[in-house]
Each structure stands twice: as structure tokens, then as C-alpha cells.
């Protein structure tokens, strides 16, 4: 098991390295220019104006994202107030350097200016200051809201817990007691599977993997064959012969999904009914899918009694961030659960297990 993701192990600093933010931090920086072109003031053509200020920018936003990316794993250690501290220095020394090789490339290519190279440094530094200034600003915001959504998820979490532990073990035992007279066997093979259930639960951490997810909702699957009889037919595929990546996944994020095409679909009906699970593989991720019948009056899963889907969407972006999805929705009068996440070779290694 890895340690728990809790909000007070929330890594301080964003993922810099995706295409995501370094597009969105390059519009911001040509933001910039664009109103530093556009300031009142100017004597020079706005657009010439435009143009140095988006070159000048752009290098410095690259060279410090580049940096920040490269520092990632050692920057994440510190705290707010020291990470602050040398994300502004970091940013101020890249202006500096960048604002010095700009005046001398541009005089010596004939630009006029009556700043001195001194006074040119300390208008960028300070332009610099007050733009990182709010970046900073704009990402205590983001910390604050990443870490209330963690405790949020982590109270959904437990709650989960609380929930489903009486919920199933009070099914299990009436399926053990109505087994005990006629089939003592199958009763002792119910108890097992009941004990494996409750014991991956109980001692689970935060963060499971896809094989003990895949262990569990079997297991799951097998209690509630022995309470339902013939009214479930289980399609679930034996495992490949290829062993599966060690995924790391939040805990109960595949159980949740049975027990709602469960709850949903066998329950409401009388005749027997198929959960179909298949496991695809793919360059970068693997998904898991599950199919039921969809009942006469149900349309959709999101609300009701059942476990909330957008709980383990959640838990699923604070882990993955968009490199996992959960997608949920009628396909060919069938109900279908399609789960998306990303192998071990396409996850950062921050993410590893």
C-alpha cells in the first residue's frame, strides 16, 4: 500500500509539466504582453511593442516552467511560505537574465531606448514581481481548494465505509443463515468469502491496486450469486494469462460500481439478469467496463439510493488528475460503466505505487 493521499499530503506544487498548464500559463504570459503593448503611454508601434513583449515573456514563462518541472520532486518538500519564496526568486532570476541578453541583443541590433541597462533589469524585475505576485496568489487559491476537496473526498470516504459495511454484511449474514440448513457447505464458502471481503476493507489504505480491487468485487460478486441465486448471471472473463499492470487505485472504486448494477438492475427484476465486467488494455491505459440490462423505469444511476458515481469520479481526478475518467450511460438498452485509467509507464512518477 502507498501512504494515504490525505489533504495534508497534497503536493504543494501543480503538475507544470502537463501540455494542460503549460498552454494555459503561455495564454496568460501573451495576456501580459498584450496589455503591456496596449498601455497608454507607449511612443513605439503597439504591434512592434507587442511582439518584443510577447518574445521576452515567452522565454521567461518556458525557462521557468522548465525549471519548475525539472525541480518538481525536491520543490513539493517544502512549505507554502519557503515554495513561495523560491518559485518568486526563481521567476525574479530568469527575468533578470533574460531582460540583460535582451538589452544587449536588441542595442547592438540598433534599438533606441533611454533606459540604461540597470533601469531596464529593475522595470522588468518589477513588472515581474507584481504579475508573480498574483500567480501566486491565484495558486494559494488553488492549494486551498485542492486540499478542501481532499478532506471533502476523504469524509465521502469514510462515509462510504460506514455505509456499506452494515448494508452488506447484514445481506451477507441472512445468506449465511439460509445456507446453514440446506447447503452447510456452501454456507462455510460464503463465510469465507464474507471474511476476505471484510478484512480488504477493513485494512485497506487510502490508495488500493487494481488487483485487490478486482479480488474484492469478485468476491462481492460471489456473495451476492449465493443470496441471489439464478436471478445473477456473472459474465466476467478469467483473468489474462498476461499478469495486469500494478495500477494504483483509490480503495472501493470497483465494488461501489457492482453493487449499483446489483442494486439497480438484478434487484428490479425477476428473471435472471447478466453484469457483464470486461478488462481492455491499451498502450497507455486500461479500462474497465460493466454492463447490466437496464430496468423498465430506470434511465440513469446518479441519483437514488446507490453510491454516488460523482464520489469516485472525485477521487478519481484527485489521484489522476484527467488521465482517468469514469464515464456512465444507456448504450443499446443497456446501463454501461466504463472506467479509464492510466497504466504505470504513462503515470507520472510521483503517482507510482
Known amino acids: 500500500m502507498t501512504p494515504p493521499n490525505t489533504p495534508e499530503h497534497t503536493p504543494l506544487l501543480p503538475a507544470f509539466c502537463t501540455p494542460r498548464v503549460v498552454l494555459a500559463t503561455l495564454l496568460l504570459?501573451?495576456?501580459?504582453?498584450?496589455?503591456?503593448?496596449?498601455?497608454?503611454?507607449?511612443?513605439?508601434?503597439?504591434?512592434?511593442?507587442?511582439?518584443?513583449?510577447?518574445?521576452?515573456?515567452?522565454?521567461?514563462?518556458?525557462?521557468?516552467?522548465?525549471?519548475?518541472?525539472?525541480?518538481?520532486?525536491?520543490?513539493?518538500?517544502?512549505?507554502?511560505?519557503?515554495?513561495?519564496?523560491?518559485?518568486?526568486?526563481?521567476?525574479?532570476?530568469?527575468?533578470?537574465?533574460i531582460s540583460a541578453v535582451a538589452y544587449l541583443s536588441l542595442t547592438h541590433l540598433g534599438w533606441q531606448t533611454g533606459d540604461s541597462l540597470p533601469l531596464f533589469i529593475l522595470h522588468n524585475l518589477t513588472i515581474a514581481a507584481v504579475v508573480g505576485g498574483m500567480g501566486l496568489w491565484i495558486f494559494s487559491l488553488h492549494w486551498v481548494n485542492t486540499r478542501r476537496l481532499g478532506a471533502q473526498s476523504k469524509a465521502e470516504l469514510d462515509a462510504l465505509h460506514a455505509r456499506i459495511r452494515p448494508h452488506f454484511l447484514f445481506n451477507s449474514l441472512n445468506t449465511v443463515a439460509a445456507l446453514i440448513e440446506t447447503d452447510p457447505a456452501a454456507a462455510e464458502a460464503a463465510v469465507l468469502d464474507l471474511a476476505s471481503v471484510f478484512r480488504a476493507a477493513l485494512h485497506a489504505g487510502d490508495i488500493s491496486t487494481l488487483d485487490e480491487e478486482i479480488a474484492l468485487g469478485r468476491r462481492y460478486l460471489a456473495l451476492e450469486q449465493w443470496r441471489l441465486g439464478e436471478r445473477l448471471v456473472i459474465d466476467w472473463p478469467d483473468a489474462p494469462a498476461a499478469p495486469l499492470p500494478a495500477v494504483p487505485l483509490p480503495v472501493l472504486t470497483l465494488q461501489p460500481l457492482l453493487e449499483?448494477?446489483?442494486?439497480?438492475?438484478?434487484?428490479?427484476?425477476?428473471?435472471?439478469?447478466?453484469?457483464?465486467?470486461?478488462?481492455?488494455?491499451?498502450?497507455?491505459?486500461?479500462?474497465?467496463?460493466?454492463?447490466?440490462?437496464?430496468?423498465?423505469?430506470?434511465?440513469?444511476?446518479?441519483?437514488?439510493?446507490?453510491?454516488?458515481?460523482?464520489?469516485i469520479r472525485d477521487r478519481l481526478e484527485l489521484m489522476f488528475g484527467d488521465k482517468a475518467c469514469l464515464r456512465a450511460g444507456v448504450v443499446d438498452q443497456s446501463f454501461r460503466v466504463k472506467l479509464v485509467v492510466p497504466i504505470p509507464d504513462s503515470l507520472p512518477r510521483e503517482n507510482g505505487a
Do not use: H
Request: proline share 5%; net charge positive.
Open 29 to 97: 504570459a501573451f495576456g501580459v504582453a498584450l496589455l503591456l503593448a496596449i498601455a497608454p503611454g507607449m511612443t513605439e508601434d503597439r504591434w512592434v511593442r507587442l511582439g518584443t513583449a510577447a518574445w521576452f515573456i515567452a522565454w521567461v514563462t518556458v525557462i521557468t516552467i522548465s525549471a519548475l518541472c525539472a525541480l518538481q520532486r525536491p520543490l513539493q518538500r517544502l512549505r507554502p511560505a519557503a515554495l513561495s519564496a523560491v518559485v518568486m526568486a526563481l521567476l525574479l532570476l530568469t527575468t533578470g537574465l
Open 260 to 311: 449499483n448494477a446489483i442494486r439497480y438492475a438484478v434487484e428490479r427484476r425477476t428473471e435472471p439478469t447478466s453484469v457483464r465486467v470486461t478488462c481492455l488494455r491499451g498502450k497507455q491505459s486500461l479500462s474497465l467496463i460493466i454492463e447490466n440490462p437496464l430496468a423498465p423505469e430506470t434511465t440513469t444511476r446518479e441519483g437514488g439510493n446507490g453510491i454516488s458515481l460523482a464520489n
